[in-house]
């Protein structure tokens, strides 16, 4: 029987999320925060809520799939993810998540898209704060929760999302791209493989995936080089096997896409 870094069997963590999900749809309160951890290689099936989930990664790498693309979901960042968006997530790695599950009535106007932010310093202590047991002071409580809506419409937006074409043909090819990313994607060889010339593939791409292909290509790097960096392993060996010419190179791509540099990157906040 396969366990879990907790010493749960996979069983039982697919029994406790199901546990989860009931008493997320059970909740009253506008806002319902739970912390949750889960093993490297854990797959939570397909599933949706009927509260929008506000979900930070306070440690490991997971990833968020649906029909509409796949969004990566770091250390100290946060997902939004709308009511009633069917998605599934995969653990790259040991997964510690704090989730707030917002009510449709907690917000004027919520976001009505999948959102990746960064999260900031108030917003990490609030979250910490929203998951921890109750008082008897739950005026403050309803003020953590308060402060933390506010929050979620604040934060810096990440490109860590990846739509996926709906056209067949150009998903398979992003498919085998996402696969075995490299820094050396020619546009050209792309549009000859859907017999278009350059400029109509441009424009057929960006109608489908709303970026052009370049930031694309550059956004699936990213999603194959956080999970090995989080993982310890040397930013020189990611870069090379990307395709970079230069570890120079790949900084600079990493820092201008996630606002540092690798090396940095993954450094623990401070705590609480």
Not at 18 to 44: N, T, W
Request: charged content about 20%.
């Amino acid at each position: 029987m396969t366990k879990s870094r907790h010493g749960l069997a996979m069983s039982e963590l697919a029994r406790l999320h199901v546990e989860r999900l009931a008493a997320i749809e059970a909740a009253s309160e506008p806002v319902y925060a739970i912390p949750s951890e889960y093993p490297a290689g854990y797959h939570v099936k397909p599933h949706s809520h009927s509260r929008a989930q506000f979900v930070y990664a306070r440690a490991g790498v997971a990833m968020v799939s649906s029909i509409q693309g796949r969004w990566m979901v770091p250390p100290q960042h946060a997902l939004w993810i709308p009511a009633g968006l069917v998605h599934t997530v995969d653990m790259l790695g040991d997964v510690t998540m704090l989730s707030a599950y917002v009510a449709p009535r907690a917000l004027a106007d919520p976001p009505s898209v999948v959102r990746v932010v960064a999260v900031t310093d108030f917003a990490r202590a609030l979250f910490i704060e929203a998951v921890s047991p109750p008082d008897a002071k739950s005026d403050r409580r309803d003020l953590v929760m308060a402060l933390l809506l506010e929050e979620v419409l604040r934060l810096p937006d990440r490109p860590l999302g990846l739509p996926v074409p709906s056209d067949t043909r150009l998903a398979a090819l992003c498919r085998g791209f996402m696969e075995s990313p490299s820094a050396r994607l020619v546009i050209d060889d792309w549009a000859d493989q859907l017999a278009m010339s350059r400029r109509a593939f441009t424009r057929f791409f960006r109608k489908e995936t709303g970026i052009s292909l370049s930031i694309w290509r550059q956004q699936a790097a990213v999603f194959t080089a956080l999970p090995r960096l989080a993982a310890g392993e040397n930013v020189t060996a990611v870069a090379l096997d990307l395709g970079y010419d230069s570890v120079a190179a790949f900084t600079t791509m990493f820092r201008r896409m996630m606002g540092a540099a690798p090396r940095s990157y993954f450094r623990a906040p401070e705590q609480y």
